[in-house]
């Protein structure tokens, strides 16, 4: 791209993997050559497509590419990242929660206060965060690499149990606003890995459309309902009061503006404030006039309280707490809601009397405490100085404050502050206030009713294709000597037909009607064909039967995550096989050589010894650069049977599973496979050059001579 548009490439074609923010990235580039870098985008785009796209999204994206994009190609909305710290070298942070808004002409991660500043163009947040734990990142032991969004090839975005919550928040959450949620998947993983969760999120939300619960639509479409109703950014909130996770047994609110943003923490009967960021259209973008010099990116806005930036600081995490007249945090039950089109509550309540102790009042300027708690900031690094009513901070050599009109403001220590109340009522001005009026556009205050009646619409597609059967149970390797039973399945209103010889069903297979009984190694393949003639694809499973009575011991450190250390060393005798998906549970995961042996507890006349394993070098897994196979009688009298070399090239998919088998043929009490990994990934693999060779394996097949 940087060749197309004459723009030099700010990296070099090295033998390791480049995916470097200052180089892969616009912001790695002036701004006069980000709209060269667009220029050539557009170009290739239109070639491709016969068309110019309505929308733009990145991992970051920036107003000066994204303006540019709108004045020459038309684009009518960008998406950038939800909040994230460090992940592959990107850090969004303090920016609007979740939803659409107009971004500063200065700063791409935080809305404008006025139009004249405003970039007219939405942004969207992407991937669906989760409202509680997307935001507790780097402050719970027990969440460290977990991602926890709508992305689909990760293990949260596949959960039913999650999904259905996460919708839930949108839809059945007293809140005011736009609840909005994007799915599908925004990087370069295949359907294998992002069908486990994009076909159950499809399935939550058509029935959520066909309930007239939710509007599905492109983002072009709902950038210009948003640009017809609304002329500043609006205020939101966004809430979960239910736990998914019973082990914390959380709740959260957020409410954002084009003012501030505040978030909510319900946590052992303490309602406290955990989150909360100021904005101001004229703190400029790290990015706004230069391009970023070193690997890593920072989008922030500006801090009241960091806790991820901070919690190093205090030695703990920081809150702002509620503390009444003898230094004790109140207890009770948090209740959220929306109090009007622009203002919410959320009240700290005695579960004893039902009476409320504390009440937030969030407007769009202000932030309004009701009761006779003192506000108590644990901790305020970015203070600059406070008098009774006035809090100056500064970050990144931006000063801004806050103002206390009602309440007085006392400082305790060098990074620490209190707001007393005054006639059991403290308010904080945040922003300078907007009349509702200049919220909304002229056309929609003429006529609200034709834009905010809109309905959702929902039609069944007749040309989609369905979904594959499933297979209960899913391809496995069976016990040698058992009889298995294979059920098909639809959720459809077709037919099944099916082949057991590995070939091709069509119109012309068996019906399925009754469970497929199997003794031997058998292939099924299925698919579903519909009344008005549609087809899916079609679903092949190979069940295999094998011995799986045996001891087996590992020098092999594997990684501990437990979706890729299932049963540890016995994982690779579990009778379900492993997918094309890598995250499915099923594989067994070590960055050194895969060293396993196996005992018998009698000799064993063996015909063959295979091993699982899958190679995605897009994600870093390949197969070994060659295999050894020993036996003998025991493990002291082993002897190298057979080395098998694997060609280095890349295989004939991106995604391929493959068993690894070795003719034995004799009676044999013991084996030994080790399988060798290559140094580094070969130059044809995505991630080249790169140390950390991943090989994954899912089952050992022994298989006995049949007699």
């Known amino acids: 791209m ?56 990145s991992w970051v994206l920036d107003t000066v590419t994204l303006e540019y994009a709108a004045q020459k190609y038309g684009i009518v909305a960008g998406a950038t990242c939800r909040d994230q710290i460090g992940t592959d070298g990107f850090t969004l942070w303090g920016g609007y929660p979740n939803g659409i808004y107009y971004p500063s002409r200065m700063n791409e991660n935080i809305p404008a206060q006025t139009a004249k500043n405003q970039l007219s163009i939405p942004v969207f947040r992407l991937l669906g965060p989760d409202p509680i734990y997307n935001f507790e990142q780097n402050l719970r032991d027990d969440l460290h690499g977990m991602v926890f969004t709508l992305e689909p090839v990760w293990l949260t975005g596949r959960d039913m149990k999650w999904i259905t919550w996460m919708f839930d928040n949108l839809t059945e959450e007293d809140t005011l606003g736009i609840g909005y949620a994007q799915v599908g998947q925004e990087n370069n993983f295949l359907w294998e890995n992002i069908e486990p969760g994009f076909a159950p999120q499809l399935n939550v939300i058509s029935k959520l459309a066909k309930d007239g619960k939710v509007r599905v639509e492109t983002m072009a479409a709902s950038a210009q309902w948003f640009r017809k109703k609304y002329r500043l ?38 309602l406290r404030i955990r989150d909360f960021f100021l904005y101001r259209e004229n703190y400029c973008s790290r990015y706004l006039h230069h391009a970023m010099t070193n690997t890593k990116s920072t989008f922030d ?179 040698h000597g058992t009889t298995a039973e294979i059920t098909l399945n639809t959720n459809q209103p077709g037919e099944i037909r099916y082949t057991t010889d590995g070939s091709t069903p069509d119109q012309n297979a068996p019906l399925y009607t009754k469970p497929i009984v199997i003794q031997k190694d058998t ?19 190979h069940y295999q039967f094998a011995l799986t009575e045996m001891e087996l011991k590992s020098p092999t450190h594997f990684d501990p995550r437990e979706v890729f250390h299932h049963d540890g060393i016995y994982g690779l005798l579990n009778s379900k096989r492993g997918t ?62 057979e080395i098998m070399h694997i060609p280095n090239a890349p295989c004939e998919k991106e995604i391929v599973k493959k068993d690894f088998v070795f003719s034995v043929k004799e009676s044999i009490g013991c084996f030994r496979i080790v399988a060798h990994r290559y140094a580094k990934m070969p130059q044809w693999c995505t991630y080249k050059g790169v140390c950390d060779v991943f090989t994954l394996a899912d089952h050992l097949i022994v298989k006995p001579i049949e007699k």
Request: aromatic share 10%.
């Open 301 to 479: 806005a500006l801090p009241v309280l960091y806790p991820q930036l901070w919690c190093d600081l205090w030695k703990e995490r920081p809150f702002i707490r509620l503390i009444d007249a003898d230094g004790n945090e109140p207890t009770g039950s948090a209740r959220f809601y929306a109090e009007n089109e622009t203002d919410a509550c959320a009240e700290l309540i005695d579960s004893s009397t039902n009476n409320v102790l504390s009440r937030f009042l969030l407007t769009p300027d202000r932030l309004i405490l009701h009761g006779e708690h003192r506000l108590v900031f644990d901790l305020l690094p970015v203070l600059k100085q406070a008098t009774d009513t006035h809090v100056q901070m500064e970050h990144e050599g931006f000063l801004y404050e806050f103002i206390a009109e009602t309440g007085k403001v006392i400082k305790t220590g060098p990074q620490r502050i209190e707001i007393m109340p005054k006639g059991g009522r403290i308010s904080l001005k945040l922003g300078e206030p907007q009349p509702i009026s200049m919220l909304y556009t002229e056309s929609y205050r003429s006529n609200p009713e034709a834009m905010d009646s809109i309905k959702p619409v929902w039609k069944e597609t007749d040309c989609a294709l369905p979904f594959p059967p499933t297979f209960t149970p899913e391809e496995s390797i069976l016990m």
């Open 2 to 57: 940087c060749e197309k548009a004459g723009v030099r490439f700010r990296s070099a074609a090295t033998e390791e993997f480049d995916e470097r923010v200052n180089s892969a990235y616009s912001i790695g580039y002036e701004p006069e050559e980000r709209k060269k870098l667009v220029d050539a985008y557009m170009d290739t785009f239109y070639h491709v497509f016969g068309q110019y796209p309505k929308t733009i999204g």
């Open 233 to 270: 950014t609006p205020p939101m909130t966004w809430q979960s009061s239910k736990d998914w996770n019973q082990n914390h047994n959380l709740s959260a609110q957020w409410y954002a503006s084009n003012c501030y943003r505040l978030g909510f923490l319900e946590e052992d009967h303490h």
């Open 523 to 541: 292939i099924i393949s299925a698919r579903v064909f519909l009344p008005d003639g549609r087809s899916s694809d079609v679903h092949s499973a």
């Open 580 to 641: 094309c998906d890598y995250l499915c549970g099923q594989w067994l995961g070590t960055l050194e050589n895969l060293d396993v042996t196996g005992v018998f507890k009698l000799p064993q006349e063996i015909e063959s010894i295979g091993i699982g394993l899958l190679s995605h070098h897009r994600s870093g897994i390949i197969f070994p650069e060659y295999i050894e196979l020993f036996t003998g009688s025991d493990e002291a009298h082993l002897s190298l049977k």
